[in-house]
């Protein structure tokens, strides 16, 4: 793979204690992974780390081909790794075009993001803490996009949305890797609408992979899925 994002061996936590470990994962560009699981199985912190926040406790992790510096935020960012935090992490004092004019890569990517989501380009001139839910969601992701990521990691997209906004979001990220060629990790706890826009899917449990394949593959296996949010899953071999 020469392009996207592969990890070997990693294993992620704080201080030194893993809450995830032993994790190997690969998308290539055009592709969505979706990582799944209950709530403390590591997600976040395996999204954290992939985007240089924390740095892995062991394994390694390289972005089109090129090996990155562990615990290296800036060095990530450069290599093309976006993180679309849980939180959204913008600023809210700023209207919501003042937003993306700071991140953004190029003037006329501005533009683009708003045509991608139309509704944030009717309220381009709000303070973004003015904003509803969905559109700070929106804003967060349009953000990301301009600074052209290679990799795009999107953590808990749906957090405090409606079903109905999160399903008008979902395919919006099909569109990013289809059309922009991004390599997408995402997290989320809809776990059937994750499974329809990914490609493939691994689901995470008490830090270990109790199961991994194409996202028909994981959908069909109705009761492995079932068994790991309920905690009674094995390990993946």
């Given at each position: 793979?020469?392009?996207g994002?592969?990890?070997?061996?990693?294993?992620?936590?704080?201080?030194?204690s893993?809450?995830?470990?032993?994790?190997?994962?690969?998308?290539?560009?055009?592709?969505?992974?979706?990582?799944?699981?209950?709530?403390?199985a590591?997600?976040?912190?395996?999204?954290?780390t992939?985007?240089?926040?924390?740095?892995?406790i062991?394994g390694?992790i390289?972005?089109?081909g090129?090996q990155?510096k562990?615990g290296?935020?800036?060095?990530?960012?450069?290599?093309?790794v976006?993180?679309?935090?849980d939180?959204?992490?913008?600023?809210?004092?700023l209207?919501?075009?003042?937003?993306?004019r700071?991140?953004?890569?190029?003037?006329?990517?501005?533009?683009?993001?708003?045509?991608?989501?139309?509704?944030?380009?009717?309220?381009?001139?709000?303070?973004a803490?003015s904003?509803?839910?969905?559109?700070?969601?929106?804003l967060?992701?349009a953000?990301?996009?301009?600074?052209?990521?290679?990799?795009?990691?999107?953590?808990?997209?749906?957090?405090?949305?409606?079903?109905?906004?999160v399903?008008?979001?979902?395919p919006?990220?099909?569109?990013?890797?289809?059309?922009?060629?991004?390599a997408v990790?995402?997290?989320?706890?809809?776990?059937?609408?994750?499974?329809?826009?990914?490609?493939?899917?691994?689901?995470?449990?008490?830090?270990?992979?109790?199961?991994?394949?194409?996202?028909?593959e994981?959908r069909?296996?109705a009761?492995?899925?079932?068994?790991?949010?309920?905690?009674?899953?094995p390990?993946d071999?």
């Amino acid at each position: 793979m020469t392009a996207g994002l592969r990890a070997h061996g990693l294993s992620v936590g704080y201080e030194g204690s893993a809450v995830a470990r032993g994790i190997d994962l690969e998308v290539a560009s055009r592709e969505v992974l979706a990582v799944l699981g209950p709530n403390g199985a590591g997600k976040s912190t395996l999204l954290l780390t992939l985007a240089g926040l924390l740095p892995p406790i062991d394994g390694s992790i390289e972005v089109s081909g090129q090996q990155l510096k562990p615990g290296s935020a800036r060095r990530a960012n450069r290599a093309g790794v976006v993180l679309v935090p849980d939180s959204r992490a913008l600023f809210t004092q700023l209207t919501a075009k003042e937003n993306l004019r700071l991140a953004a890569k190029r003037p006329e990517l501005v533009d683009e993001a708003m045509e991608l989501f139309p509704a944030l380009g009717q309220r381009a001139a709000l303070k973004a803490g003015s904003l509803s839910g969905g559109q700070t969601q929106m804003l967060a992701m349009a953000r990301a996009l301009v600074q052209e990521p290679l990799v795009l990691l999107i953590d808990e997209m749906s957090m405090g949305l409606a079903p109905l906004v999160v399903e008008s979001l979902m395919p919006v990220i099909r569109r990013l890797a289809d059309e922009r060629g991004a390599a997408v990790i995402l997290v989320e706890q809809h776990v059937h609408l994750a499974l329809e826009v990914a490609d493939h899917a691994l689901v995470l449990v008490h830090g270990d992979v109790v199961l991994r394949g194409s996202s028909d593959e994981v959908r069909s296996d109705a009761m492995a899925l079932e068994a790991a949010y309920l905690g009674d899953a094995p390990s993946d071999p």
